[in-house]
């Protein structure tokens, strides 16, 4: 057999820093190259065969793994927050993230990222930038608000949207001149375009081959619409990769974290370390599925006589994850415990 040489990667924008060493730990080459195609394919020729390379999850990590993983043993993708060899180094600098990272393939110490298909990444990127969309429409939208409370103009708020009464907003209203009538509509015409390209992004992500079945399966559970099923399909991807419910809970961030120390056990708010995407989407769904389900009705009922709304929201949020892993690993429709002992909800 050939020994395997390892190869650690310190990834930036401009730059890729690099450490190859053998299966021993003695370096046979280390430097940067520019973080292009081209520079890429030229440093590959010179590498000796057979390699197997590791990166830090970085915004730039998913172009160059696409690049580099036909030409490698192996390629993995190293935790950012749990590579604390680099974080707690006195000294730091790129030369020598890279040898740790290096050092770390080579022991099998490395915290390894789960790194999704190209195709998964690349629907992900469209639903992420229909995040935006939204976040910029809701923008304008307090933007056309405030304009109007900065005027004294009196409007109702549940139909200033509205597009026939914001019309008649302008038409007929005397405190609105000439300058301010401009800023509303510019702000309504941005709105209206944001909106129309939000739907488009999501109507071709609903029509997808890849995603098409996978969506109509989870849209079955009860308060999952397009946006909730797209979002967990295309943010977990394989949900295979999650051995239990307590731990696709904890990827979307709907428990706390634990710090104990002998006898004493701290329970701290929701954890930061998780998918703030799934998160927010799941919330969201979790503050309108009472309205859709009795047996979540009962869920958010019985939480919240024991305590807040929030504790409430959470738990029918964790029950909603209980749904979507059990309706996505059995590859069925969802069928409620007491029709079906098949799927376990």
Known sequence: MQPMYYIGLDVHKRKISYC??????????????????????????????????????TMFTGWIYDHLKPHAATLKVAHPLMLRAIAAAKKKNDRIDASKICDCLRCDFLPESHMASTAIRERRRTLRYRNLLVRQMVQMKIKISALLMEAGVSYNK??????????????????????????L???????????????????????????????????????????????????????????????????CGLCGAEKSSGNTVQRTPLSKQRNKHLQTTLIEAAKMAPRNSPELAMLYDKEKQKGSANRATLAVARKLVAYLMAVDRGQRNFQRAGTSSSIAA
Request: neutral net charge; proline residues 4%; glycine residues 6%.
């Open 20 to 57: 190859v060493k053998d299966g021993g730990g003695r370096i046979h080459a280390e430097g940067s190259i520019s973080a292009t195609h081209l520079e890429l394919d030229h440093w590959m020729r010179s590498l000796p065969q057979p390699w197997s390379a590791a990166m830090e999850a």
């Open 185 to 251: 509509r510019l702000c309504r015409e941005t709105v209206v375009r944001l909106g129309k390209s939000e739907s488009a992004l999501v109507r071709s992500l609903e029509r997808d081959s890849l995603l098409v079945e996978r969506i109509e399966r989870l849209m079955t559970i009860p308060a999952v619409g397009p946006i909730t099923a797209l979002t967990w399909a295309l943010e977990v991807g394989d949900v295979q990769r999650f051995s239990s419910i307590k731990k696709a809970i904890s990827y």
């Open 158 to 183: 549940q139909r200033l949207h509205k597009a026939g009464y914001f019309r008649e907003l302008l038409t007929t209203n005397p405190d609105i001149d000439e300058g301010l009538c401009s800023l």
